[in-house]
């Protein structure tokens, strides 16, 4: 299984509203990402789990939160977001680097509207 | 900024030509990626060339490295319609860490 599942696939959310998105891997990945992705745009890192823990914030506002329960998954708690926030949200996995070269795994990704 | 820039940001052929795409990067690399990705879907990885190869191959691909000028280009042979994707190249920087370019747009024309 090389597979990378993500839901939902769409989310439509007000400002006040608190919602996640869900990311899972079973492929043994203990290396899981969250990106940031606007239309025309590259993939903007955001987040990255080591051993599930989290290894790398890139300066991500608070609204923002995310979680790893379990080497299997890996969630973004998003709350109080404002439009800008808008994107597709995509997750990653892949073996943890020794020598900085392995693959990611990317989700197909869930596409967020902030009213 | 973005480590690794591409060119051209747009690019359009006819089935069956080839399409070439270049990326350029501003430090020191230990290895460059390269990913498609067709509209609104995830990423999928396609090569990865070390900072000490110069060529890769995989089935209709050919990524060159060229350290001496911080630069990698993307060729795809033979085109086809569903090669139609973005293409973005990705400097592997510290430990799990990837920054992809602004990326490069292929339509194949049937």
């Known amino acids: 299984d090389t597979e990378v599942t993500q839901t939902p696939k769409h989310l439509v959310m007000g400002m006040t509203n608190k919602k996640s998105l869900k990311c899972e891997q079973h492929m043994g990945h203990r290396a899981m990402y969250w990106y940031k992705q606007k239309a025309k745009k590259p993939p903007e890192l955001m987040f990255v789990?080591?051993?599930?823990?989290?290894?790398i914030n890139e300066s991500v506002p608070s609204r923002f939160s995310p979680e790893c329960p379990n080497s299997s998954l890996l969630n973004l708690h998003l709350h109080a977001l404002q439009p800008e926030d808008s994107a597709l949200y995509l997750c990653?996995?892949?073996?943890?680097?020794?020598?900085?070269?392995?693959?990611?795994?990317f989700g197909p990704g869930t596409r967020l509207t902030v009213l | 900024s973005q480590q690794g820039e591409e060119d051209p940001q747009a690019l359009s052929i006819q089935e069956g030509e080839n399409a070439t795409m270049n990326c350029s990067y501003k430090t020191s690399i230990n290895n460059l990626q390269w990913y498609r990705q067709n509209s609104g879907r995830g990423l999928v990885h396609l090569i990865l060339i070390r900072s000490n190869e110069r060529e890769k191959h995989s089935g209709r691909l050919r990524v060159t490295l060229d350290t001496s000028k911080k630069s990698s280009s993307l060729l795809i042979t033979a085109s086809r319609a569903a090669d139609t994707a973005s293409y973005f190249c990705?400097?592997?920087?510290?430990?799990?860490?990837?920054?992809f370019g602004p990326g490069t747009s292929l339509s194949v024309i049937p």
């Open positions: 789990y080591s051993y599930e823990k989290l290894s």
């Open positions: 990653a996995s892949s073996h943890v680097a020794i020598e900085v070269t392995d693959t990611q795994y």
């Open positions: 990705g400097k592997k920087t510290s430990y799990d860490k990837v920054i």
